[in-house]
């Protein structure tokens, strides 16, 4: 599942909107902002059939850091994990004073049936 998520985000028109032309799993150490951080929040068993789980429940946070406008990128970003079957649950915007980074969290899930 991680890199079903990393092949998703990976995607050109995603990467290209980047400084480092790449997404990080869970920090984006040294990161240069622009950039994309992606980390799993959750999972759960969706579905069961004979006391055995058959579908997966994945909970999924994108987070975008960036000087200034990030619109592009999280449009771009909403669009192919829709088209990839996420559906989006959440989303917010902060400010980090600490970082003075524009901060956009966008949250997805997915089910996924047992192969």
């Known amino acids: 599942m991680y890199q079903f998520v990393r092949n998703v985000l990976m995607d050109k028109e995603i990467t290209d909107l980047t ?13 240069t902002a622009p950039y994309v ?25 994108v987070d975008i850091f960036s000087k200034g406008d990030f619109t592009e990128l999280a449009n771009k970003i909403k669009v192919k994990m829709k088209d990839n079957d996420f559906y989006r649950t959440s989303a917010n915007d902060f400010y980090e ?10 949250r997805f899930n997915y089910t996924k049936e047992r192969d």
């Open 19 to 31: 400084a480092d032309k790449k997404v990080y799993l869970i920090k984006g150490t040294n990161a």
């Open 37 to 61: 951080v992606y980390t799993f929040i959750d999972e759960w068993g969706a579905e069961f059939a004979e006391n055995e789980e058959i579908a997966t429940n994945y909970n999924v946070q």
């Open 97 to 106: 004073n600490d970082t003075q980074l524009y901060h956009c969290v966008l």
